[in-house]
């Protein structure tokens, strides 16, 4: 029997992780991706992998995540830049930090370790970070690794045919290319982050801009990803633009820092307002950041859904087509947990995660959408 052909749409991190899952269930694997594998949202990410609990799933998805990031560390090349340099959580005042206890449990809950830094041991965990700080949370399994080497390593090790093509439409059994070409497949695997939401515009999609800086080499000194205890709250939050402090030591002596988000931003622009805002927020933690010149600046876009969890799974009505999108700000951390649930869906291969509601279905049938 000829092995089933999988079409996945889009080579960033998320097709990448889904092509490897499906590749080692014995699929042949075509992914579709008209520019550089890894080169949309993945290459605009910060690359954090990082343990999160908005929400039961979420907890569930980033956390099985960190276990299988692990172990494909193991194997990642030297260039994929894997480094388990966890995170620190930082406490602006007392009431901040007698909030996390909470997270600690749900964390250790999850099989995650997490331990309550006061703020003489952050003071000495972290020299850099102004004085007066109330202490962290520190989660010493979280990591950060270089993205778009990752996912190459995941599509050469899957196998895939890698093929420099726009998908238009979904059509019964397959795709039609930019070109016209027809792309039949027994299963196709609708991958392509926020490009999604034009191959299927009855998807509750949003584009959720976000701005990153990177710092000339001689930055402040900074060991751990930092990530104030405010940024769900300013971050996240609701729908306005916000900004909070997160900061990234990078081994070449830079440091990556963000974060921002605004919807409605469609555009790749450098909102420069916003980007000031966010400056000013970092280096009001890390004051030397204030003396420290960019190197570049730049925009990507993530992929939102109303609940702030991706869509993974069978399409709500279009049989054959799944779906690995709407990551929003999780995408790296969260694509390996994504492709075994695929795999789940797909092969009847176990994971846990299929206990939480991922599917496309949540949002309710959707109105039969026209598909050439
Ligand atoms: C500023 C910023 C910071 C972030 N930081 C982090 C972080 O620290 N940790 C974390 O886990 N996540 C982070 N994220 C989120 C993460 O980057 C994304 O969730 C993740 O990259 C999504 O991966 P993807 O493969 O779904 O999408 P993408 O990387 O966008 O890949 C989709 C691919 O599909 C291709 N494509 C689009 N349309 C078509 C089509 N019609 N046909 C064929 N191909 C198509 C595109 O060319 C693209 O390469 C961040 C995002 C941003 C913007």
């Known amino acids: ?107 250790l809950a999850a099989g995650r370790e997490a331990t309550l830094l006061d703020a003489a041991e952050l003071a000495c965990a972290e020299p850099g970070l102004r004085p007066g700080l109330a202490g962290a949370l520190r989660v010493p399994g979280d990591s950060v690794v270089y993205a778009p080497v990752a996912a190459q390593f995941l599509l050469t ?104 988000r605004q919807f409605g931003q469609p555009e790749r622009s450098i909102d420069w307002p916003l980007l000031r805002r966010m400056l000013r927020r970092a280096a009001g933690f890390l004051p030397a950041l204030a003396q420290t010149s960019a190197l570049r600046v730049w925009t990507g876009q993530r992929c939102a859904t109303p609940d702030h969890l991706p869509l993974v799974g069978p399409h709500p009505f279009l049989s054959g087509v799944f779906l690995a999108t709407g990551h929003e700000g999780l995408g790296i951390t969260t694509a390996l947990g994504t492709a075994e649930l695929l795999s789940a869906h797909l092969f009847g291969t176990p994971s846990a995660l299929l206990a939480h509601d991922f599917t496309p279905m949540r949002f309710g049938r959707v109105p039969e959408a026209v598909h050439a």
């Open 157 to 260: 090790r899957a196998g895939a045919t890698v093929r420099p093509e726009k998908v238009a439409a979904l059509i019964d059994g397959g795709v039609r290319l930019d070109g016209g070409e027809i792309l039949h497949a027994d299963v196709v695997v609708v991958a392509n982050g926020i490009g999604a939401a034009a191959l299927l515009p009855e998807l509750p999609l949003r584009q959720r801009k976000g701005h990153l800086l990177i710092t000339e080499r001689g930055a402040p000194q900074v060991n751990h990803q930092l990530v104030e205890l405010g940024y769900l709250k300013s971050a996240h939050g609701g729908d306005g633009d916000s900004v909070a402090f997160n900061v990234q030591p990078r081994p070449t002596g830079q440091l990556l820092v963000g974060s921002s």
């Open 1 to 107: 029997m000829s092995a089933l052909h999988a079409v996945v749409i889009g080579g960033g991190m998320v097709g990448a992780a889904c092509a490897d899952a499906l590749a080692r269930q014995g699929a042949r694997v075509t992914v579709l991706e008209p520019g550089p594998v890894g080169g949309g949202a993945t290459a605009a990410g910060m690359g954090h992998l990082v343990v999160m609990d908005d929400s039961p799933a979420q907890l569930a998805l980033t956390a099985h995540s960190l276990e299988l990031w692990e172990m494909l560390a193991r194997d990642l090349p030297p260039q994929a830049d894997h480094r388990a340099c966890g995170t620190l959580w930082v406490a602006s005042d007392d009431e901040e930090l007698a909030a996390v206890e909470p997270k600690r449990q749900a964390y």
